[in-house]
């Protein structure tokens, strides 16, 4: 992708993004985008089919970003001395979304966040699997592995609701240690 097409994507998500913090995303119509992004119908086609390829588009790029920095070791804002501790990857999510990387609060607490919640628990899946449960799972092998990861990301994503209704008064590292010690009998 060019620095042209970079730009006028730049300039659609960030027109999506403003327009869901304003209004429910079943509300937004693809006129709107296109207005508020200063694009052309034509050029809005060219990188996205429909409203919801939109979407999903956002939410993968937002995601996977959040997910996959989280999951390089490299990308530690100073907080870790031990990559390998679990805690390690979910109190760097954590961070992360603390920081509000690419204004991820905002959606995640907006009119539409149902949307972005499945997204967000479907993206912590794969994280999930091979960075806890594949490493650390001592006890409870008659559970499914799919139900337990269910479960640990649906835990994680409905704790970062609580954090963010709660005005985030906690930091990333009390938060993992909350939430480790929930999963850690399970696992």
């Known amino acids: 992708m060019d620095r042209r097409q970079q730009k006028t994507r730049a300039a659609i998500f960030a027109a999506f993004s403003t327009l869901l913090s304003e209004k429910n995303y079943s509300k937004i119509t693809v006129q709107e985008i296109i207005d508020s992004a200063n ?9 996205f089919e429909t409203k919801d390829d939109l979407l999903k588009a956002v939410c993968e790029e937002l995601f996977e970003h959040i997910i996959y920095s989280a999951m390089d070791c490299a990308h530690t804002h ?12 979910f ?12 204004n991820i609060l905002t959606l995640l607490s907006c009119e539409s966040s149902e949307i972005f919640l499945r997204y967000f628990k479907n993206s912590l899946n794969e994280l999930v699997q091979n960075r806890i449960v594949k ?8 559970i499914p592995q799919d139900f337990l990861i269910n479960h640990i990301s649906g835990s994680f994503v409905e704790m ?6 709660g005005n985030m008064k906690q930091s990333p590292e009390e938060l993992d240690e909350y939430f480790r010690a929930v999963i850690e009998p399970v696992l």
């Open 135 to 142: 490493q650390n799972r001592k006890v409870n092998m008659d």
């Open 160 to 165: 970062v609701m609580w954090w963010i209704k």
């Open 78 to 89: 100073g907080l870790y001395s031990d990559m390998s501790a679990p805690e390690s990857v």
């Open 91 to 102: 109190c760097h999510l954590l961070q992360h979304l603390k920081e509000n990387d690419n």
């Open 39 to 47: 694009i052309g119908r034509t050029t809005f086609y060219a990188h």
